[in-house]
């Protein structure tokens, strides 16, 4: 079956085997669990080693003929885009199991959540190495249905709201991508004669402008509302709050990762000449998000709030470093995919702690938590640090990229044509820049609010409110080796990927070149307006 | 014209199936209140006789072979449906029994009536004639309005099965004209092949245009498309649960059968298709408007029995694209209709059965709210529910998923169905929405009152086979789709 079966399907058996033990055996469910995640870890560090980093292409794949009559397979594969992002899955949800707060306060059903935990890592696994149209649609749902039970059954008061929410968002978009999906497919046989869902098959169609725009218009709903690009982010907040700290961690340190994803993976490579028509837009929106994200954090008084409207601005860096289409910006917003996904996995998990000894998220309520709970408040520095981008942790890294990448993206944006909306892309990193004070100003005051000050509320002095103790030193303590080795060592990640990253430049770019030539081609989402701005068109001459 | 009795060989799943009623319908004459659960298990060895049968035959219909003077065919389509049929009648005898005798009406002619009924859908999909269509539906209509109205002492079955009559009476007499007026213009044409023969002359008239649309009219009616979906809710509601679900799936599929055939074969021809009278935009406004319609009804439903009913008139919707795309030349489109009909009978059967099985007779628990707290009291048939509720939405690892799935592939090989399609996917999300609330009720809220199930091992029985089965077709359905027909073929046009 291969690695990388093996890793997609194993939580799956685990997730059978919970099932079969009976209701009560609370803590075998999470034995098993646990064991089950921890299991998947492992096989998935194999990835690493059998992993040629000097290869830009998909490896370890495996092609198994299912659905045969029309032309499916169960096609999986890992390059260097995805390879941490899978080991950032498998990473993180035994982290989450292991975690005493994981399924929040309403403690109960632990079987089901378990099981749910695990189907959601074998989708999310799935979705990740998905080669096949059809397969990574599957999976792309199958990830849906549990975190809908998981916000749902074990989330907070507001939860059915939430839950639904969360579906109704994410199914607009994913089904308006499967009937782009189905266009391919049509466009596919109509080309070659042969039928296919195969990733690498379809994305050497080269489609007219129009429906080129409408199937990138289709893919980027579907990817903009998970990443969530501002203004389709409303969902976020909802699904955050209410998420039990599981199922918060979870979303937020992977389920978000799979739009910036699929902007790298499908959207971009697949559409080139629509992705640079409409990439003055989502440059646009991101840094609108970057900074609307930042502000709405600045004035939760809810942390849980905060810390989600932290990841809309975070989430904002990466798909800027994307649309920078240099070496560093790719480069940068897939470290930075990583390092939110382990610091903002952290916060949740600290706000999560914080919740279960004090039942309340409101800032208002803490104060000078430092002196009861050392470990704790240390632990959280660290994590907190991380997320402001401190260097010598894994944010900085990430927004230091993203940032240079934007700095020196004059050529290339204007190679897409670009230059005529955004003139200068060192102001648009400027601006976004900007943020990463405004990260450390609420972030930072978050921290101030809860743990300094005098500890003057009853409640807070209360024997409930302890520090931390068994599992939970385990989870901050993996969670902080993480954030750090990824701070002081980067170079292991991103020698990984920089092959990966650079073919899928060099190929964005070569595709857009050959379409551009095509004189029928505009290269703007409104011809007219281009027109005026640019006096004369630009060449899409230049050495690559 | 002679009768050639050998031919009926060619038709002995479906005379099997009238045997074993009429056996039934004698036996009961003998039966006693503890012999009569007996009853029923003689019409599930009929179902799976008739299953072997169709099995059997499986082989020699490759090709077309009429008989009767073209009065009825056989092929791969009509056969698979009928297995379908038979599935259908099986699941219901499975259902039926402890839900009678639950609900204190138990008797053997209800259950010769089910299977009668799907003798009559299966001739409705071997017509090759107006005559054996017309015969085909009124058998199946009947049975259908019978046993609607079976619960003699609830006013809803009753009130359910005189709406049904009525608004079945005016379908067929809207049938009927119709092939009065084909009858007419053709110049005494009856069978499918001669009415496709003459059209090329008869299509001048406009009386030719008028009796399409009144048969188009009366299969509606079947399907309960809107306009013509008035009577569904309310029968839905008032039928008892059982005979719901075997109409849902059931007389669906089979005028779906009878639609696809029909259009296919008797004004299949391009000019009767395409032009701006053709049926083919005018059944897609149907189509969307069916969608739409009925997943905004379904949006405000409390009683689980309605919604469920305005979601089936919302799947004819879904169907008809498919009827459309084949009629537009793509030939996947008849196999995907096929498969989705699979796929929709298992898990509307499923469903329906769980709503049977939930009530008892004081306590029906027939409102979205009384299924408070099933997922943590009974997790095993919330969990059966949640996959007919996926299944239904069209979300993966399901045969509802996987129909749609085809069933827009199909369509999308037509350009003109593009719009179709996004209408399509656009109310999926809204059906999604509704069929989550009861997921909602099950899982989220805490029981108001303690469950009182029908749990006899029937009931279960059916619900594990139809569980499994729409899982299957989600995640292995290569084989379904094989048996459906040719998928891989390129648009004709």
Redesign the interface.
């Known amino acids: 079956m291969g690695v990388l079966g093996w890793i997609t399907l194993l939580p799956l058996f685990g997730a059978g085997l919970v099932m079969l033990v009976p209701?009560e055996e609370e803590s075998i469910h999470r034995g098993l669990g646990l064991a089950t995640s921890i299991a998947t870890f492992l096989v998935s560090l194999l990835l690493l080693v059998n992993f040629d980093s000097a290869q830009p292409g998909f490896q370890m794949e495996i092609n198994k003929t299912?659905?045969?009559?029309?032309?499916i397979h169960f096609h999986l594969g890992v390059d260097g885009i995805s390879l941490w992002l899978v080991l950032l899955t498998t990473f993180l949800v035994p982290v989450t199991l292991l975690s005493p707060q994981a399924i929040g306060i309403r403690n109960i059903?632990v079987r089901?959540f378990t099981v749910a935990m695990l189907v959601l890592e074998t989708g999310m696994i799935g979705a990740f190495l998905a080669l096949d149209m059809?397969v990574f649609?599957?999976f792309w749902?199958?990830m849906?249905?549990p975190m809908?039970?998981i916000i749902?059954?074990w989330g907070g008061d507001r939860?059915?709201y939430a839950?639904?929410k969360f579906?109704?968002y994410t199914?607009?978009g994913s089904?308006?991508m499967?009937?782009a999906i189905?266009?391919l497919?049509?466009q596919f046989?109509?080309a070659t004669?042969s039928?296919s869902f195969d990733y690498a098959e379809l994305s050497h169609l080269t489609l007219p402008y129009v429906p080129q725009l409408l199937c990138f218009g289709a893919f980027a709903l579907a990817f903009a509302i998970k990443v969530p690009i501002f203004p389709l982010h409303t969902w976020l907040p909802d699904a955050h709050v209410e998420a039990p700290t599981g199922g918060s961690v979870i979303l937020a340190g992977v389920l978000l990762k799979f739009g910036t994803y699929g902007f790298l993976r499908f959207a971009l490579p697949m559409f080139p000449l629509a992705a640079a028509a409409c990439a003055p837009l989502i440059v646009l929106l991101s840094v609108v998000g970057i900074i609307y994200g930042a502000l709405m954090a600045y004035v939760q008084d809810d942390a849980k709030k905060l810390v989600a409207y932290s990841s809309v601005s975070h989430l904002g860096f990466v798909v800027l470093g994307i649309m920078s289409m240099t070496a560093p910006g790719v480069q940068g917003a897939l470290y930075q995919m990583l390092a939110h996904g382990i610091s903002t996995g952290g916060l949740f998990l600290g706000v999560g702690l914080l919740y279960d000894r004090r039942h309340t998220r409101r800032l208002a309520d803490f104060g000078g938590l430092w002196a009861k709970t050392p470990i704790f408040a240390a632990c959280f520095l660290v994590i907190v640090l991380a997320s402001v981008g401190l260097p010598g942790l894994c944010g900085f890294i990430g927004e230091f990229m993203v940032l240079i990448g934007t700095f020196t993206a004059d050529k290339v944006w204007r190679e897409v044509g670009m230059h005529n909306f955004f003139p200068a892309p060192k102001l648009v990193g400027g601006i976004a820049a900007s943020a990463v004070i405004l990260a450390a100003m609420y972030l930072l005051t978050m921290y101030q609010k809860t743990f300094f000050g005098p500890l003057d509320k009853p409640e807070n002095r209360d024997p409930h409110v302890r520090d931390l103790h068994g599992r939970e030193k385990w989870v901050f303590g993996i969670v902080i080796a993480a954030a750090l080795f990824m701070g002081l060592f980067p170079q292991t990640f991103l020698s990984r990927s920089d092959k990966s990253v650079e073919a899928f430049l060099t190929g964005y770019r070569d595709r857009l070149h050959d379409a551009q030539k095509d004189p029928e081609a505009p290269t703007h989402v409104f011809p007219a307006l281009a027109a005026k701005t640019a006096p004369a068109p630009t060449p899409a001459g230049g050495t690559p | 014209m002679s009768f050639d009795p050998s031919q009926l060989f060619a038709y002995a799943p479906m005379l099997l199936l009238v045997v074993m009623g009429c056996v039934i319908l004698l036996a009961e004459t003998f039966a006693t209140a503890r012999s009569r659960a007996g009853l029923a298990w003689l019409g599930v060895a009929g179902c799976v006789g008739s299953i072997a049968l169709l099995v059997s035959q499986w082989g020699d219909a490759a090709t077309p072979v009429t008989h009767f003077q073209g009065m009825l065919v056989v092929d791969r389509m009509s056969l698979y449906l009928d297995a379908a049929f038979a599935t259908a009648a099986l699941l219901t005898l499975l259902f039926a029994p402890p839900y009678l005798r639950e609900q204190g009406f138990e008797f053997g002619e209800f259950y010769a009536l089910v299977l009668f009924g799907a003798a009559g859908m299966m001739m409705v999909v071997h017509a090759a004639n107006f005559v054996s269509l017309l015969i085909g539906i009124e058998t199946m209509s009947l049975a259908a309005y019978v046993l609607t109205g079976s619960w003699r002492r609830s006013l809803k079955s009753a009130e359910g099965a005189i709406k049904y009559f009525l608004m079945g009476a005016f379908a067929t007499g809207f049938l009927v004209y119709g092939m009065a007026m084909i009858y007419g213009t053709t110049g005494g044409e009856l069978s499918y092949a001669g009415i496709a023969g003459k059209v090329g002359s008869a299509a001048k008239t406009p009386l030719f245009y008028l009796g399409e649309y009144f048969i188009l009219i009366a299969l509606a009616f079947k399907v309960a498309a809107v306009p013509f979906h008035m009577w569904a809710p309310d029968t839905y509601e008032g039928a008892p649960t059982p005979v719901t679900g075997f109409m849902a799936a059931g007389v669906k599929a089979a005028a779906f059968g009878g639609i696809v055939r029909l259009m296919g074969e008797a004004f299949g021809n391009p000019i009767l298709v395409y032009d701006s009278t053709g049926w083919a935009s005018i059944l897609s406004v149907l189509a969307a408007l069916t969608m739409t319609l009925g997943n905004l009804a379904a949006l405000r439903q409390e009683n689980i029995k309605r919604l469920l009913a305005y979601s089936s008139v919302a799947h004819a919707g879904y169907l008809l694209i498919g009827v459309v795309a084949a009629g537009l030349g793509v030939q996947s489109a008849k196999p995907a209709v096929l498969f989705y009909l699979v796929g929709y009978t298992f898990t509307t059967l499923g469903a329906f059965g769980v709503v049977a099985w939930i009530g008892s007779r004081k306590d029906e628990r027939l409102l979205v709210d009384d299924w408070a707290g099933l997922?943590?009291a009974r997790?095993a048939v919330a969990l059966a529910m949640t996959l007919f509720l996926?299944s239904l939405g069209g979300?993966?690892?399901t045969g509802g998923?996987?129909g749609k799935?085809?069933l827009?592939?199909a369509a999308?090989?037509s350009p003109q169905l593009?719009w179709l399609?996004?209408v399509g996917?656009?109310n999926?999300?809204v059906s999604?929405?509704y069929y989550?609330r009861i997921a909602?009720a099950m899982?989220?809220k805490d029981a108001t009152r303690p469950l009182s199930p029908i749990d006899s091992p029937s009931m279960r029985a059916g619900l594990l086979i139809t569980a499994v089965a729409v899982v299957v077709l989600g995640l292995?359905?290569?084989t379904f789709?094989?048996w459906a027909g040719p998928?891989?073929a390129?648009?004709a046009r």
Do not use: C, H, N, Q
């Open positions: 209701r299912w659905i045969e009559p029309l032309g059903r089901e059809f649609y599957v749902e199958l849906l249905i809908y039970f749902g059954i939860r059915l839950a639904i579906v109704i199914l607009v089904l308006l499967l009937v189905l266009y497919y049509v046989k109509a004669g039928f | 997922g943590a997790p996926l979300v993966p690892p998923f996987f799935f085809y827009f592939k999308m090989e593009t399609v996004v996917v656009l999926s999300v999604v929405y989550l909602v899982y989220f292995f359905p290569s789709v094989d998928a891989s390129i648009a």
